[in-house]
């Protein structure tokens, strides 16, 4: 298949088939990111896209689950967007689902209309990237909607009918009170979304980007393993959402945790205690990964 540049998708999409409709990231502007840098963003023409269907199609055969990449396939025009889903279903009878990232700020700048359509259209699950509750942690990582906005941009995906995914990033705002505000502003935030699926990450910095240099330059200081888990455990503790798919078991994290809230809150809290008095092994720093 033809792409442009490095390509990223969630875990849960390992067996996908990638179809890239835009290219890079309408914002890609967060300080802690080092995803898209290595293109500009713009949207791929509907006939490309369209090419890549057709060869796709003698490729596989049929196939059950497609991936739009790339970072924010939803910033796509509305009509485009559509016409790529009805191509994909007439194309591939098997198919059961299309999914993408979203960004907030693209979200919402769709009208409750659109994004309706879109999920009826077949678009099924949008993951998108809250990474914090917190107002003035929004602001300082440049995620380009403040908490307000960011929470209205989930509202509208839940609204719409989408299958929400959300992901958060442990250790974001560093040590002290200003994590404990993190995770209290998070699971806050989560709350009044009402996600079906939460992924809580560990923050890794990475070279050449805005928050990574600070890293390196000591002006940023990361959570240790135990605070990384005191933080998830906050989090976890105050997180009301019934139903909700939490993990916590990306390459990043400490110790690898997955399970239904409110039914498996207290044995996901039992093994952050274990850890925590050092009855629980938990992943070895050279083992961590982005």
């Known amino acids: 298949m033809r792409y442009?540049?490095?390509?990223?998708?969630?875990?849960?999409?390992?067996r996908s088939y990638l179809l890239q409709v835009t290219v890079g990231c309408s914002h890609n502007a967060c300080t802690f990111c080092g995803m898209y840098k290595d293109k500009r963003y713009h949207v791929r023409s509907l006939d490309d896209i369209f090419e890549d269907i057709a060869l796709a199609?003698?490729?596989?055969?049929?196939?059950?689950?497609?991936?739009?990449?790339?970072?924010?396939?939803?910033?796509?025009?509305?009509?485009?967007?559509?016409?790529?889903?009805?191509?994909?279903?007439?194309?591939?009878?098997?198919l059961e689902r299309v999914n993408a990232y979203a960004g907030p700020r693209s979200t919402l700048n769709k009208s409750d209309e659109e994004l309706a359509q879109l999920r009826r259209a077949g678009l099924v699950r949008l993951y998108l990237g809250v990474e914090t509750g917190s107002d003035a942690l929004l602001k300082s990582i440049c995620k380009g909607v403040d908490a307000?906005?960011?929470?209205l941009a989930g509202q509208k995906m839940v609204a719409a009918g989408f299958d929400l995914w959300t992901m958060v990033l442990i250790?974001?705002?560093?040590?002290?009170?200003?994590s404990r505000a993190h995770a209290l502003d998070t699971a806050a935030m989560i709350n009044a979304m009402k996600p079906r699926h939460l992924?809580?990450?560990?923050?890794?910095?990475?070279?050449?980007?805005?928050?990574?240099?600070?890293?390196?330059?000591?002006?940023?200081?990361?959570?240790?393993a135990r605070q990384a888990l005191e933080e998830t455990r906050l989090l976890l503790e105050h997180l009301d959402v019934n139903p909700l798919h939490f993990t916590s078991d990306h390459a990043s994290n400490y110790l690898p945790l997955?399970?239904?809230?409110?039914e498996d809150r207290e044995r996901l809290l039992h093994l952050l205690d274990e850890a925590l008095a050092g009855r629980q092994g938990i992943k070895p720093e050279q083992w961590r990964g982005i």
Not at 4 to 14: D, L, S, V
Not at 171 to 178: D, K, V
Not at 258 to 262: A, C, I, Y
């Open 4 to 14: 442009e540049g490095n390509i990223y998708r969630p875990p849960g999409e390992a």
């Open 171 to 178: 250790g974001l705002a560093g040590p002290g009170e200003a």
């Open 57 to 94: 199609k003698r490729y596989y055969g049929d196939v059950n689950r497609i991936f739009l990449c790339d970072g924010d396939a939803v910033a796509m025009d509305t009509g485009d967007l559509l016409a790529v889903l009805e191509r994909l279903y007439q194309t591939f009878p098997s």
């Open 148 to 151: 307000a906005e960011m929470l």
């Open 199 to 224: 992924s809580a990450l560990t923050y890794i910095p990475e070279r050449g980007t805005r928050l990574g240099n600070a890293v390196a330059r000591g002006e940023f200081t990361l959570l240790n």
């Open 258 to 262: 997955k399970g239904g809230l409110p």
